[in-house]
């Protein structure tokens, strides 16, 4: 029986040592290069406080970001992973446009098996990409930007009658789910044709599976490491970023769209039509052209389209009611330019609006939904003005919410403060991304922008917002949150304006 334990015990013992090892091993990457960083855990590298709950992801790189700025670069390890943070604004312009052939991708790995609609533009790189990204682009000309503002603007004004019909005087409303329930309308009406309905009932279908996207959980953060961390791993235990009933849903959706308009014969010059012209001349593409493939686009605008402009939209509001100087500014501005112009809104109206740009421009300086830029190596890479290599495959970071809270870039950071943004004031132009840069910054970035400002309008026409007591000033960070949003939502208090 002792001697059942003894063994037993150096089972262990030797379990743990070899997990040890295989937890560190990688951990001498950056020292053996010489990059500066700080020193790692075993198994969680310099993510301690974020894998055991105590602070958000980019909580963390921005500690580590404020004790190392000064270094033009520094090696960090996600578990892991080795990860370059690039500090140096100069080299986040090389990184992003100069070298862009050595950093096309982002590094996430896709499993087009299991999950189909990981292959999106988003995700896809190297000669896929760049064939997509061509075919996309004309969505989203000025031209085109102009006539999906009329079908935004229609919209918008569903969205009044909705907030004047259940929002009475001095209502908490959680401002983020409404916001998503306009711009999931939004996107359906613009991008797909679609009536999404997401304002009118309240079980929309669209609007639940939008949840379940970017639904807030403990769970959904673990698998996003576990991917990160361990892809061969997360392949073999067969897990899923999106389940089989969310992948089925979006398909069905978009197959029976397309089909409807090519039994029709109709024609929206919308995203849509352009994934069914993809389709119908693949033979002209040099790679299979597949329903899911083109599925896969249609999902990630619909999941991009609607929760970051939500998100800025809640955001924007949390920060007007606080400011609440700057609140009567926008607002003044809104109520003399639909005075002027008889009522009416259109993309040279909106553009009028000066002072609403700079409140939106401040809001995605502030708290932009994306918080890192991720960029991967596909060749070794010398960085300029050093001797240091990295190989091929090198996770890179670019710290976009650190450059947009640092103090050298933007005075007073944590202010909100829109004039930061008129014409005359000059900045690096890497120090403010909220929609990336390169050839692979946001596609859809000027159609958030609008639908952003078409919802403020909307909503400030007839509210003025203000804090309530569930109110939390400065807001807590949600730890578990795939994009950037204040734990508990923006609860916020309208009061109704008589006109």
């Known amino acids: ?38 020193r790692p855990l075993p198994f969680v590298g310099n993510f301690g406080p974020f894998f055991f709950g105590r602070k958000s992801l980019i ?39 100069k070298d862009f052939n050595v950093f096309p991708g982002r590094g ?9 609609l990981s292959n999106n533009i988003f995700s896809l790189d190297g000669h896929r990409w760049k064939i997509i990204r061509a075919k996309l682009t004309p969505a989203f000309t000025t031209g085109k930007l102009k006539q999906m503002v009329t079908l935004m603007v229609e919209c918008a004004e569903h969205f009044e009658k909705y907030l004047l019909n259940n929002v009475h005087n001095g209502d908490i409303v959680e401002c983020r789910e409404e916001a998503a329930k306009f711009t999931t309308d939004i996107i359906g009406s613009c991008a797909f044709g679609i009536n999404m309905n997401a304002l009118e009932k309240e079980d929309s279908e669209f609007r639940k599976m939008g949840r379940k996207v970017f639904e807030s959980s403990i769970y959904n953060m673990a698998r996003r490491i576990l991917r990160d961390v361990a892809p061969k791993l997360f ?7 999106l389940s089989e009933n969310y992948v089925n849903f979006f398909i069905n959706s978009i197959k029976e769209t397309m089909e409807m308009r090519e ?32 599925t896969a686009q249609a999902f990630v605008f619909f999941a991009a389209g609607f929760e970051t402009s939500s998100t800025t939209i809640s955001f924007a509001l949390y920060e007007l009611a606080i400011a ?22 259109s993309y040279e109206i909106i553009n009028e609006m000066k002072y609403l740009n700079m409140v939106v421009q401040e809001t995605l300086r502030k708290n932009p939904p994306g918080v ?34 640092d103090e050298r870039y933007f005075l007073k950071p944590e202010k909100f403060e829109p004039e930061r943004f008129m014409e005359e004031n000059q900045r690096h132009p890497m120090s403010y991304l909220p929609f990336g840069d390169g050839p692979k ?41 795939f994009v950037l949003a204040p734990a508990g939502g923006v609860k916020l208090k309208f009061d109704l304006i008589n006109n």
């Open 1 to 38: 029986m002792k001697f059942e334990l003894e063994v037993f015990l150096i089972v262990i013992v030797l379990l743990l040592l070899l997990f040890y090892y295989w937890s560190s091993f990688k951990h001498t990457f950056w020292k053996n290069i010489g990059v500066p960083g700080p």
């Open 108 to 116: 996430i790995k896709i499993n087009e098996k299991d999950e189909p």
């Open 235 to 241: 392949k073999i235990l067969g897990l899923r970023t």
């Open 324 to 345: 609440t100087e700057v609140q009567e500014k926008l607002r003044i501005e809104i109520m003399e330019t639909l005075k002027k112009h008889q009522g009416k809104l």
């Open 59 to 97: 909580e963390v790189v921005k500690t580590i970001y404020d004790d190392w700025k000064n270094e033009p670069f520094i090696g960090i390890y996600n578990s892991r992973v080795p990860v370059l943070i690039i500090n140096d604004l100069n080299l986040v312009r090389q990184v992003l446009i």
């Open 441 to 481: 910054n946001c596609i859809g970035a000027r159609f958030a922008i609008y639908q952003s400002k078409l919802g403020l309008i909307a909503i400030l026409k007839h509210f003025r917002v203000r804090p309530s007591k569930f109110t939390i000033i400065p807001y807590k960070i949600d730890k578990t949150a």
């Open 263 to 294: 039994k029709y014969n109709i024609v929206r010059h919308d995203l849509v039509d352009i994934l069914q012209d993809m389709y119908r001349n693949k033979h002209e593409i040099d790679f299979e052209i597949t329903e899911t493939l083109l």
């Open 372 to 405: 890192l830029l991720r960029r991967e190596t596909t060749v070794s890479y010398t960085i300029p003005g050093s001797k240091v290599t990295i190989p091929a495959g090198t996770m890179v970071h670019i710290p976009i919410y650190c450059f947009h809270h």
